[in-house]
DNA sequence: GGGGCATGTGGGCATTGTCAACATACGAGG
DNA sequence: CCTCGTATGTTGACAATGCCCACATGCCCC
């Protein structure tokens, strides 16, 4: 066969990480051409299976999309968890900051399926957890810096700014640099 | 024929106002179900009309949603308007971030679609320009408070933070009511 | 080695977006 | 008043998609 996709592997009928090759198809596709580009049957044709082969990994397309974004939490974690590290004392905070806008700068389209309510959190419990976790490591960082009374107000302050910075940068309204240079 | 909807109107054959109610069913259809709820032929069984009636009014699916999109656009600088001319001085600034927050909350189906990235500004000039005058009310607003030399620095931080806070509430991350004692 | 079960296949159905051809009515100009 | 052009709406069709069903295949455990 010419052509053979990245996606494929395993033998002939059994594929061997099916799962895999299917989020790497649909990440593919989501990166290309935003969410509604993400189809189960095109996913599976990059696979290189049949129109029914994902139906024995996900659910349903929604199933997919959750996987697509809880996915991205785990990334987006990772992400800050480095940044996390790297820095120390005042200078965590806009380390974090900084590694969050360029998560979204980087991939637009898993931002945005990501916090865009396309898929429902309450319906996947892996996603709500990823995203719980991701929500976690960030909440965890901005409430060390301020414990005084008003902690938790600058906590999520802190937290909004951050999160409209990369809102706005993944929509294209502003440009990365200037949002990192909105970091305090 | 039981059951007429609300969205008919005029002659049987022609409907007088057909974009009207098309928009409006649509609307209907975005606060129930989200954007992936929003159907070129549901709208148009809503408006009593055939399935391609609706091609008359809008190019595309697409078109459609640009075109709810772009209503948001225009009601979200209603509302901006109208809170700015009641407020005055220092308190106007937390007046639109209220009214910003108010309108993520009241509709948070309009608000993912027009700061979701599902509909390209860039193809719909219509849309483009609703856009732009609504960030051109809250922009205003925010620039005159602070004339010094970080002008404009501060004016993205509290756009950025006020545009955060909406998505947080949307996404039902926190509720209104806490993101409101974000407002400084 | 045989059978159970996870995994993949093929066909089918309803729904949708979109195109093309046709029907109808409103309004301008005679 | 009539007629004809054009805006508006209708019917029919096609491909793509999500999802369901029955069936095929092959890996693993007994």
Same mark, same amino acid.
């Given at each position: 066969?010419?052509?053979?996709?990245?996606?494929?592997?395993?033998?002939?009928?059994?594929?061997?990480?099916?799962?895999?090759?299917?989020?790497?198809?649909?990440?593919?596709?989501?990166?290309?051409?935003?969410?509604?580009?993400?189809?189960?049957?095109?996913? @599976?044709?990059?696979? #290189?299976?049949?129109?029914? =082969?994902?139906?024995?990994?996900? &659910?349903? %397309? *929604?199933?997919?999309?959750? /996987?697509?974004?809880?996915?991205?939490?785990?990334?987006?974690?990772?992400?800050?968890?480095?940044?996390g590290n790297r820095a120390e004392g005042p200078e965590?905070?806009?380390?974090?900051?900084?590694?969050?806008?360029?998560?979204?700068?980087?991939?637009?389209?898993?931002?945005?399926?990501?916090?865009?309510?396309?898929?429902?959190?309450?319906?996947?419990?892996?996603? @709500?957890?990823?995203? #719980?976790?991701?929500?976690? =490591?960030?909440?965890?960082?901005? &409430?060390? %810096? *301020?414990?005084?009374?008003? /902690?938790?107000r600058e906590a999520l302050r802190a937290w909004a700014?951050?999160?409209?910075?990369?809102?706005?940068?993944?929509?294209?309204?502003?440009?990365?640099?200037?949002?990192?240079?909105?970091?305090?």
């Amino acid at each position: 066969m010419w052509a053979l996709s990245t996606y494929e592997g395993g033998t002939a009928y059994h594929h061997g990480d099916l799962r895999r090759s299917l989020i790497a198809a649909a990440q593919e596709l989501l990166r290309s051409g935003g969410a509604e580009a993400v189809t189960l049957r095109e996913a @599976a044709r990059l696979a #290189g299976v049949s129109h029914n =082969a994902p139906y024995r990994h996900f &659910a349903s %397309r *929604d199933a997919l999309l959750a /996987a697509l974004a809880a996915e991205g939490f785990r990334a987006l974690r990772r992400t800050l968890d480095e940044a996390g590290n790297r820095a120390e004392g005042p200078e965590r905070l806009a380390a974090l900051g900084r590694a969050y806008l360029r998560f979204a700068d980087a991939d637009r389209a898993t931002f945005r399926l990501m916090f865009g309510g396309v898929v429902e959190k309450a319906a996947h419990p892996d996603l @709500a957890e990823a995203s #719980g976790a991701a929500f976690g =490591a960030l909440r965890n960082v901005v &409430a060390e %810096r *301020d414990t005084s009374g008003g /902690a938790e107000r600058e906590a999520l302050r802190a937290w909004a700014l951050v999160h409209g910075l990369a809102h706005l940068v993944a929509d294209r309204q502003i440009d990365a640099a200037r949002a990192e240079a909105c970091l305090s």
